[in-house]
Structures are given as C-alpha cells and as structure tokens.
C-alpha cells in the first residue's frame, strides 16, 4: 500500500508561484511513476505532470509546459510540483498520484492506483 499526503495549495494571485508537495508512505519504491492531477469543478480530471521514480524522466501537460516543474527528492518518497506564472484557468483541486501497474508514461487517471487527498489551489485575476 501507498499512503499519499499533498501540501502546498493556497490562494495566489496571478503570475504567482506555488509549491505543492506530496508525501509518500507505504510501500513508497514500489511505485513507478507519480504524478499531480487537477480537477476544477464541472470539468474532468487531467494529468498535469508525471514523473517516472527511476530516473526521473518527466512529462507535461501542454498547458503547463514552461511553467510548471515536477521534481522528486533524494529519498524518492516525495515529489514536488513548482508552479510558476499560474493562470486563474490553474485554479483546481490537484490530487498527487501513484502507478504500481503500468509501464511507459501514465497520463491517465485510470492508470493510477494510489490517491491523495487533494490540494486545493486557487489563482485570482
């Protein structure tokens, strides 16, 4: 089992920056890839940033290529999301996730079987 916490949400204005943390518990190596996720509400769940653990490979939604960084510790049981120039259209719950199951890059919800909680992160214009 992998346990996940996120941290870091809040309420900025634009062209601000946050970091969102996510910790991870468990059986925190066995995960393959991990990644943020954001739902604002009336619209589905997208893939945001997906970090593969061994290696540190990462991959980035066209919204958010260029302002958006998605980076792990030395322990490899945290990941970060530097947010960067954050757009009121940013404005989401992000839920940080984790893939035990699949190969290559996940960047769908259904590919995920680790969940966090969310963090709620809100951009005025």
């Known amino acids: 089992q992998v346990q996940l916490v996120e941290s870091g949400g809040g309420s900025v204005q634009a062209g601000g920056s946050l970091r969102l943390s996510c910790a991870a518990s468990?059986?925190?190596?066995?995960?393959?890839?991990m990644g943020w996720f954001r739902q604002a509400p009336g619209n589905e769940r997208e893939g945001v940033a997906v970090?593969?653990?061994?290696?540190?490979?990462?991959y980035y939604a066209d919204s958010v290529k260029g302002r958006f960084t998605i980076s792990q510790d030395n322990t490899k049981n945290t990941v970060y999301l530097h947010m960067n120039s954050l757009k009121p259209d940013d404005t989401a719950m992000y839920y940080c996730?984790?893939?035990?199951?699949?190969?290559?890059?996940?960047?769908?919800?259904?590919?995920?079987?680790?969940w966090g909680q969310g963090t709620q992160v809100t951009v005025s214009s």
């Open positions: 468990g059986s925190t190596y066995s995960s393959r890839y």
């Open positions: 996730a984790a893939s035990t199951m699949v190969a290559g890059p996940p960047m769908h919800s259904y590919q995920y079987n680790y």
């Open positions: 970090i593969y653990r061994g290696g540190g490979t990462t």
